[in-house]
């Protein structure tokens, strides 16, 4: 190490927890445990790379972006065949977003489990059960479906301040982890981490989610929040050193870059600039320490998976 | 800035309980503001009459804990570089743009070159009312063909692109640079950046020429001694040229650790990178994402190989993302916006201009697919909420804001989409809009498209 740059390492107080997804059956993904910020490997160890989840709906609807709908389009019938081909593009998780759900109806929850877990058995990846976010459906879906995939270990939310007193129970009581949702505050963050736990969830089997916008619409308030919520963490808070997850691919494409069929001398080509557009979204906040990311297109994934392949 | 508000505070007359305390004669009615104010890098202490040798000294050791500053390129329209003072934009801002550079190489077929070449000079495209152009271009001379790099920059002058764009001149060949900027003195002052030099290679460019120098080395310790020797010569318009490092994110994160938080005045330059050395070079997405990457961390010229608008663009967007000054609201011009294509049917929403409000609405009002008018009132930058406490968001105001934006004469009805949290504005709002009909949307921008498919409805029966 250079003489001139080693005076300049910082040494953490603490790790981030370590949250493990997943199970032996399947494939465990270890999220965390790193001592250091992004990529500075001299300030401690950083054992995990950045973890990418690849978001497939639960129901492909109207508003689902013709861009990702040509991508998947040989797989959009089957969630099985769906996860497969993400995983094989470089998707270490699974993440079934309740999507196109309008009432609340036990047979979809039914369905959901099923498919949640013909998905784990295809393909041996861990799975991720993601919300509508409309607080109502959330609150009746979420506990439901935990207990119908009870012990597999699951990563379940976003739950927030106004719904985690009726996911959170059944999500412990079922041995899962959980995503906490935050708007964009380090305070709110640590305080929704505390309310968690006093359910009587472990502080290891919670993920942050700072609730992040998409390039361009508000990514730098986000970009700027993790970093303080790591900095904060490295700094010995105990309330904060959990893993965190953005939904880079969410954010991406409800933006118009990616969903207006535009191509001219300024923007681009549409598809090469959707792509760039997610990739760019989610690789900003793997800099900020981010350490799991929720994508979309295949080429999105493809692309990020190479960069932090690459990336020492 | 490292030094805390009390630190700075112990140090005025207020904390040394002297006779001037709170004298006012700052403009800040108390020692403790004004001493928070200048922690802030918000005020300076030439403000204070009273202030001690000790505490202008502090400032000033604290002061020169920055990197350096470097203007380069066109003489009528130069840019700024380097210049940072924090690690992390939350710690104060990010001060002067990375410069994103599109290199074009001597190897290439001039057809394409000069191609890529008109393509990024006429190429602008505006966001969030920021006009956005290529700052830079890099001429790399990689196959040793003097006539073929001369006959380049003879070409730019001829097109007058030295007067636009701001050049990095890079080859192996000292001569060639020297001619190279004798042919631009006119115009511009280049970035020169001589491959594979020795010291005394570099002290002769910068004698002949005046320009700044990029400057390489084979290790971050020998690039320090380079620095200091050249110093010592006098050359200190210096960027250092940081290639094929395999830690490179570590590499830079240390070196602006190094100026921040332990003054190694020997790596206080500004830095450039190529985004290619990390990926392979067909792969233009993939160069996009180093790029977005070397912004990200600290590199203050980022040298690319292809130029795309559908890359440029959303690089160009990050870089606006990363740059805006976390400490001013970011907010956006008070006026009427028209989403998607509206009529006189369109719905009519208002809110105001704290810029992460206007962009969560505008997102979700472009999700519904529901063309609707968006009407921005001025709150200075607070949100609804906020804005409503503060009394800058009020029935009177939004009342003018509707006379003023003349939506009257776009749309044929007299409808109104309040915020959710300011739901108390109803009645106020219909008494100073007569006839108007004031309809209240949820809490949280997310449930908008679902509102809006249903508005119609909600409209007719209310």
Do not use: L, P, T
């Given at each position: 190490m250079s003489q001139v740059l080693s005076p300049s390492k910082i040494t953490a107080k603490q790790a981030i927890k370590r949250v493990t997804i997943g199970t032996k059956e399947t494939k465990e993904i270890i999220l965390g445990m790193q001592s250091a910020m992004p990529f500075v490997n001299i300030d401690g160890n950083i054992p995990n790379k950045t973890k990418i989840a690849a978001e497939i709906p639960y129901k492909v609807t109207s508003k689902y972006p013709h861009l990702l709908v040509k991508a998947w389009s040989d797989v959009l019938e089957d969630h099985c065949k769906w996860a497969l081909n993400a995983k094989n593009i470089g998707a270490d998780l699974i993440a079934l977003r309740l999507e196109g759900i309008n009432e609340t109806d036990i047979t979809i929850a039914q369905s959901v489990i099923e498919t949640a877990k013909n998905i784990i058995n295809t393909t041996k990846l861990p799975i991720c059960i993601l919300g509508q976010n409309n607080r109502e459906l959330d609150k009746y879906y979420l506990p439901l479906i935990a207990a119908g995939l009870k012990d597999h270990n699951c990563l379940i939310g976003p739950v927030e301040e106004e719904t985690y007193k009726d996911i959170v129970p059944s999500l412990k009581d079922n041995n899962h982890c959980v995503i906490a949702r935050t708007p964009i505050d380090i305070n709110l963050a640590k305080q929704l981490n505390i309310l968690i736990t006093e359910l009587g969830i472990k502080p290891d089997r919670i993920v942050m989610d700072p609730n992040m916008g998409g390039l361009g619409y508000g990514l730098d308030y986000a970009y700027s929040v993790v970093e303080r919520i790591r900095i904060a963490a490295f700094d010995g808070d105990t309330m904060l050193n959990m893993p965190i997850t953005v939904f880079s691919g969410e954010e991406a494409w409800r933006t118009k870059e990616t969903k207006a069929d535009i191509s001219d001398d300024k923007w681009g080509d549409h598809t090469t600039r959707a792509i760039t557009w997610e990739t760019l979204t989610t690789s900003s906040m793997i800099m900020t320490g981010a350490d799991l990311v929720v994508m979309k297109h295949p080429e999105s994934i493809k692309q990020i998976s190479n960069f932090i392949k690459g990336i020492n | 800035m490292t030094i805390s508000g009390l630190a700075l505070f112990k140090l005025l007359p207020g904390g040394k309980k002297a006779p001037e305390t709170n004298c006012k004669e700052c403009g800040f009615p108390t020692c403790m503001a004004f001493a928070m104010k200048l922690a802030k890098g918000q005020t300076t202490i030439d403000k204070c009459v009273h202030a001690s040798n000790e505490v202008k000294e502090l400032l000033e050791s604290e002061g020169g804990k920055k990197q350096e500053e470097l203007t380069f390129g066109p003489i009528s329209n130069p840019i700024k570089i380097g210049g940072e003072t924090v690690l992390y934009r939350h710690d104060k801002t990010f001060i002067n743009q990375t410069c994103i550079s599109v290199q074009v190489k001597t190897s290439q077929s001039l057809e394409i070159t000069n191609r890529t070449i008109e393509k990024l000079t006429r190429y602008n495209v505006e966001r969030i009312g920021v006009s956005m152009s290529m700052d830079s271009l890099t001429i790399f001379n990689d196959n040793k063909d003097n006539n073929l790099f001369i006959n380049i920059v003879n070409d730019l002058i001829a097109r007058d692109i030295d007067k636009k764009l701001a050049l990095i001149l890079i080859s192996e060949d000292k001569n060639e640079l020297i001619e190279a900027n004798n042919l631009l003195s006119a115009s511009q002052k280049p970035l020169l950046y001589l491959k594979n030099a020795s010291k005394e290679d570099y002290i002769e460019l910068h004698n002949e020429t005046n320009c700044p120098i990029a400057i390489e080395s084979n290790n971050i310790d020998n690039l320090v001694k380079l620095t200091e020797e050249l110093e010592k010569s006098n050359v200190s318009n210096i960027v250092l040229a940081i290639n094929n490092d395999k830690n490179i994110i570590e590499t830079l994160t240390l070196i602006r650790r190094s100026i921040i938080n332990h003054n190694v005045k020997a790596l206080r330059f500004p830095i450039m990178t190529f985004a290619s050395d990390y990926c392979s070079s067909i792969n233009a997405t993939q160069e996009a994402i180093w790029a977005g990457t070397l912004i990200s961390k600290y590199s203050n010229i980022v040298i690319v190989n292809h130029f795309d608008p559908a890359l440029i663009y959303p690089l160009f967007t990050l870089r606006q993302n990363l740059f805006t000054d976390p400490q001013k609201p970011l907010q956006i011009e008070p006026k009427l916006y028209p989403i998607g294509d509206t009529d006189k049917d369109s719905p009519l929403i208002v809110t105001t201009n704290f810029a992460l409000t206007y962009f969560s609405v505008a997102s979700e009002v472009e999700a519904s697919n529901v063309p609707c008018y968006l009407l921005i009132t001025n709150s200075?930058?607070?949100?609804v909420l906020t804005a409503w406490a503060a009394n800058k968001f009020s029935g009177e105001i939004i009342a003018k804001a509707i006379k003023e934006s003349k939506i009257e004469e776009l749309i044929s009805h007299k409808n109104l989409i309040l915020p959710g949290y300011v739901s108390m504005l109803k009645e106020e709002i219909e008494e100073e809009l007569p006839g108007w009909k004031v309809h209240v949307a949820p809490l949280e921008a997310v449930e908008i498209p679902e509102y809006l498919k249903k508005y119609n409805l909600v409209k007719n029966t209310n």
């Open positions: - | 200075d930058g607070m949100s």
